[in-house]
């Protein structure tokens, strides 16, 4: 039995014994390996071979303590890619809260561990947004969001904007820039729970404005400007006009914002006119099949 059979035996009992709601693996492993009914995630960003970095010295004691200090550096890269993609599945609702069993391994080590999803920065800044909008409703702008962050359109890549709740104030901060495409149509076809509506979502994302939608996950808009007074708003100034907007309507209302940034493909979470969270579309797991 191999070093990886051995660890993921190892993480397979241990995610068993401590009733994990995932494992997250980060580095090469084969995903035949994983024989269990709980979901397997492979993390996007494993970490690079340790060696690849080691500068060569002349005494073994300073060979041996550049090997351990890499070590430690891709086992604090690989942990922390763990926690990412747990912490991002958990916020879209794939797993459930509680803890995950982590599998890393490199080229030269390789460890499991136990992550506490709770404490992660995403799914704090996420329970303060569900003190506005239900939890279903976040987690489905949030998936839309990734999606158009990791895809773009028709091979594209796409900005966009989201606007949740308190529907009357932010319509009556902004305006159409085009005429509104979900104008007339009935709750049903504009419901962003319903799967089959989110296509024409992503479809209008490549209009300029941002999406409405209310605290029930109604559709109101889209391709809409908001006439909001960007200054003193406290968020990194390389962002443009789009994310300067969302902030600023959050600030000036009780909605929230999720942003798709068109280069890079960062999704971001504004509430109170201050930027509460990111999300790197590349720190996303592929969930074994």
Request: charged share 25%.
């Amino acid at each position: 039995m191999d070093t990886a059979d051995i660890l993921v035996k190892s993480a397979l009992e241990t995610a068993t014994q401590i009733k994990a709601s995932a494992i997250i693996v980060s580095g090469d492993v084969d995903r035949n390996l994983f024989g269990c009914d709980l979901p397997v995630y492979f993390a996007a960003n494993p970490s690079r071979n340790a060696v690849e970095s080691l500068i060569p010295l002349d005494e073994e004691e300073g060979r041996l303590k550049q090997i351990v200090n890499q070590i430690q550096r891709d086992a604090a890269v690989s942990i922390e890619d763990v926690e990412n993609a747990a912490a991002i599945e958990q916020a879209i609702g794939n797993i459930k809260k509680g803890k995950v069993v982590g599998l890393i391994i490199t080229d030269d080590s390789g460890a499991v561990i136990i992550h506490n999803i709770s404490g992660n920065p995403l799914l704090k800044a996420l329970e303060k947004f569900e003190q506005r909008v239900s939890p279903e409703i976040i987690r489905a702008v949030l998936k839309i969001a990734l999606e158009i962050a990791s895809t773009g359109r028709e091979g594209s890549p796409v900005g966009t904007a989201f606007i949740i709740g308190d529907l009357e104030e932010v319509m009556q901060r902004s305006h159409q820039m085009i005429l509104n495409p979900y104008s007339g149509h009935p709750e049903d076809e504009r419901n962003i729970l319903k799967k089959n509506n989110r296509e024409s979502i992503k479809e209008f994302a490549l209009l300029d404005g941002v999406f409405i939608i209310s605290k029930e996950g109604v559709v109101h808009a889209a391709g809409r400007y908001l006439d909001v007074d960007a200054k003193d708003i406290g968020i990194n100034k390389g962002l443009g006009g789009r994310h300067v907007s969302a902030a600023a309507i959050t600030r000036d209302t009780v909605a929230v914002a999720i942003t798709v940034s068109e280069s890079g493909g960062t999704v971001r979470m504004f509430m109170d006119g201050k930027e509460m969270a990111s999300i790197e579309c590349n720190d996303r797991a592929i969930r074994k099949h």
